[in-house]
């Protein structure tokens, strides 16, 4: 019976899940000024956030973002970033070492844990800010910087609130 219970209650939760992310996104704000960017961002947090925003069991299709593929990498960032993440992910995978990306680089922690999750247009046409709140009530906002690249943007770099951007880590010069 409980079993039963607490399915029921897990699939209220996917339909419900399902619904915001067709009213566009996890949580995200939904006005019309949206840049690309941040539909961009808005994406790879419905692909790649399920882990932490939703359920230890992964939507259909889904895996974390450190089980990514290349190619989806190159969906999402600028293709020296999205080569540095894979080159990581691949070292971790083979000397079964931490690497350098020892946090999920979506929520800026080791042991991460979100709600109220907002994506929204950032001071510029090339940004976008994500906020969510942390399991201790505090609030965090991660600034996305993107770049265009074959006429759409991609994500150039993540700066974190307390810590070198995500370029910066990975050892990628930025350009001015």
Known sequence: MQ?????????TAMVMITLL???GGAGANTSSDKTD??????????????????SPSPLTDSAPLTHASYKELQEFFVPDL???IWNDTQCKVKRGE???LDFDILFDSQDPSASGLT??????ESEAVVCFEVYSGDRKCLLYIGKRFNDAFL????????????????GLVNES
Do not use: H
């Open 82 to 84: 999205a080569k540095a």
């Open 119 to 124: 994506v929204q247009s950032g001071g510029k």
């Open 21 to 23: 992310l067709l009213q």
């Open 155 to 170: 994500i150039y770099d993540i700066r974190y609130p307390a810590q070198p951007s995500l370029r910066e880590m990975l």
């Open 98 to 100: 931490t690497g350098v």
């Open 37 to 54: 960017l941040t539909n961009l961002v808005s994406g790879l947090y419905k692909k790649y956030a399920w882990v932490v925003l939703f």
């Open 3 to 11: 079993l039963i219970s607490a399915r029921r209650c897990w699939v």
